[in-house]
């Protein structure tokens, strides 16, 4: 097998891996954990440490970055913390069975902590995962990667929650009351998760070498030496902070003050997952046409606005939740965008550093946007008057999500990428390829339709044109 052919299969490898991943991070997060927590009884307190821990543990990633500069044996780290972390979600299942005597909250506790190791062990297997793609994959086929697994993960996250909460609906109606159907959407997921590590360890690692000659503490400190990647790190924990800030609530401003149908919001949910694969593909084509940087930074500009818009949602304005939901066309450069740009700018080797620390800084940050967001949303209760507009808390909480964005778009701009178009080159091409369009559309609407002839050919029997 010659080395693209190796390199393919690597890629085919890699992104059935992910496919498998995100079925297990769908059922066995978001709405599935928390209805979990909510049945043995868990407070809400423990409900928003349950959210903030997997953001937590991005730190543990340094520990990662350690043994990856030590070693470089970054494939035999990914598969070992991967083995780890998935394996933990058996005792996790286990405590309502085992510690039955114990209350909900006692229960919720021993769930936080055994979260919690596997949230650090995978957090370490992820960081050694991207510095082993990175020495595997050349940057010229690494974009293509990352797109086509987004474009499969996001495809099978929707799906397998619809499917996992059909499971649990049924097993609600068969066997109310029962934690059961918990434990099948459960272990479904850990089977996929540990079928994907299996996969994983299919796919070969790169042999070059590391470098060891700089003291770890130093080459932590190199990447906070680059005024770059400062900036990239204060855009992303700018960017974190605003957007976890009313992430949680959309859903209960719906549930709440809209008394909407769960399966409606599910709906929605899909609807916004649907618009962010048609897009995939041009997201992806205008990448590599004009590089990550300009990319995310249309991507979050249009996604800023997105919070703004629910001012204008009430009980008297569905309709608007359908367009609203449709930003979701923005996913792709806002999911992919971080991994690409750190890949980009780190060093080919020795690049484990500035990804532990990039996840290190920003993963915290994203943790504390969901907790602060909980306590501005409990703070904030009420009616709020600014200026001619009478808002309630959680939408007052959207106007500070949106401009924390907005905000967020200026230290994006100081970003330098290499070899990517500067933003005010692609705004121009994108301009005129729309003006191209609009113009081609008018000249083929005011042409005459006129209808030829048939010639003597046409008309005449088919015997006599074979003739």
Not at 7 to 23: C, F, K, N, Y
Not at 356 to 373: E, K, R, S, Y
Request: include cysteine; hydrophobic fraction near 50%.
């Amino acid at each position: 097998m010659n080395t693209n052919e190796r390199l393919d299969r690597a890629l085919v490898h890699s992104v059935m891996e992910g496919a498998l991943a995100t079925v297990m991070g769908s059922l066995l997060g978001g709405v599935f954990l928390t209805g979990f927590a909510l049945y043995l009884g868990a407070s809400r307190l423990q409900i928003g440490i349950l959210a903030a821990v997997p953001a937590f543990a991005n730190l543990s990633q340094l520990v990662g970055a350690y043994f990856l500069e030590r070693s470089g044996r970054s494939k035999w780290l990914c598969l070992s913390m991967t083995w780890t972390s998935r394996l933990f979600w058996l005792p996790i299942l286990l405590v309502p069975l085992i510690l039955r005597s114990a209350s909900g909250e006692e229960q919720t506790w021993w769930i936080i902590g055994l979260l919690a190791a596997n949230a650090i062990t995978g957090s370490i297997g992820g960081v050694a995962w991207l510095s082993w793609i990175k020495r595997l994959v050349p940057r010229d086929k690494r974009l293509n990667l990352f797109s086509r697994r987004h474009l499969f993960n996001t495809a099978l996250a929707f799906t397998m929650s619809i499917a996992g909460a059909l499971v649990l609906d049924a097993c609600n109606h068969f066997l109310p009351g029962s934690v059961g159907g918990f434990l099948v959407v459960f272990a479904g997921a850990m089977a996929c998760g540990l079928i994907g590590v299996w996969i994983l360890g299919w796919i070969p690692e790169d042999e070059a070498p590391v470098s060891k000659a700089q003291p770890f503490l130093s080459s932590l400190a190199q990447p906070l030496k680059e005024q770059n990647f400062r900036r990239l790190v204060m855009f992303y924990s700018v960017w974190h902070l605003s957007t976890n800030l009313a992430a949680p609530f959309f859903a209960v401003y719906m549930l709440q003050k809209m008394q909407m149908p769960f399966w409606a919001v599910t709906l929605l949910a899909t609807l916004s997952s649907v618009g962010g694969l048609a897009m995939n593909k041009f997201w992806t084509r205008l990448t590599q046409k004009f590089g990550i940087r300009p990319v995310v930074l249309l991507a979050t500009l249009g996604d800023a606005f997105m919070p703004l818009c629910w001012l204008l949602v009430g009980p008297e304005s569905y309709w608007l939740l359908l367009p609203i939901h449709l930003f979701g066309v923005f996913s792709a450069p806002l999911a992919m965008g971080p991994n690409n740009l750190v890949l980009k700018l780190a060093p080919e080797q020795n690049s484990s550093p500035y990804l532990a620390v990039f996840n290190a800084m920003t993963g915290p940050v994203t943790a504390i946007g969901a907790i602060l967001g909980g306590y501005l949303a409990g703070s904030l209760a009420g009616e709020w008057q600014v200026g001619p507009v009478s808002l309630t808390g959680l939408q007052l909480l959207f106007v500070i999500s949106g401009l924390g964005r907005l905000f967020s778009l200026g230290l994006l701009y100081r970003v330098a990428e290499p070899q990517a178009e500067p933003v005010a080159h692609v705004f121009r091409v994108l301009h005129r390829a729309g003006s191209f369009r609009r113009e081609k559309r008018r000249r083929l609407a005011a042409e005459p339709h006129v209808i030829p002839l048939p010639t003597a050919v046409e008309t005449a029997p088919p015997e006599r044109v074979a003739a």
